[in-house]
Nanobody, 121 residues
Framework: EVQLVESGGGLVQAGGSLRLSCAAS????????INWFRQAPGKEREGVSC????????YYADSVKGRFTISSDNAKNTVYLQMNSLKPEDTGVYYC??????????????WGQGTQVTVSS
């Protein structure tokens, strides 16, 4: 059974930092690219960042470039999203999901349950 488990969310003041983790099991990690999405209340889900586990190529949405860093520990089947200089508009539920091999915006095969990030002003 494939499982993606997010952790690390919480409440932080604007300008602060959080590190999210996505631990994957039940799949061949190197065969996937791992995405972070977020969804704020009343808004559409937004792709935030992606990393390919095979070649560690990355993608960032313009809204988070220079503030967020995605990384992968393939030995632990875990992807991290370091979020710095957080803004209130970063508030939302953050989900990790996996698509086949590369960050191409393909349909994601599996999703985690999400972790709440709240940034206060």
């Amino acid at each position: 059974e494939v499982q993606l488990v997010e952790s690390g969310g919480g409440l932080v003041q604007a300008g602060g930092s959080l590190r999210l983790s996505c631990a994957a099991s039940g799949l061949t990690f190197d065969d996937y690219a791992i995405n972070w999405f977020r969804q704020a209340p009343g808004k559409e889900r937004e792709g935030v960042s992606c990393i390919s586990a095979s070649d560690l190529s990355t993608y960032y949405a313009d809204s988070v470039k220079g503030r967020f860093t995605i990384s992968s520990d393939n030995a632990k089947n875990t992807v991290y999203l370091q979020m710095n200089s957080l803004k209130p508009e970063d508030t939302g539920v953050y989900y990790c999901a996996v698509e086949p091999r590369w960050c191409r915006g393909a349909e994601n095969d599996y999703w985690g349950q999400g972790t709440q990030v709240t940034v206060s002003s």
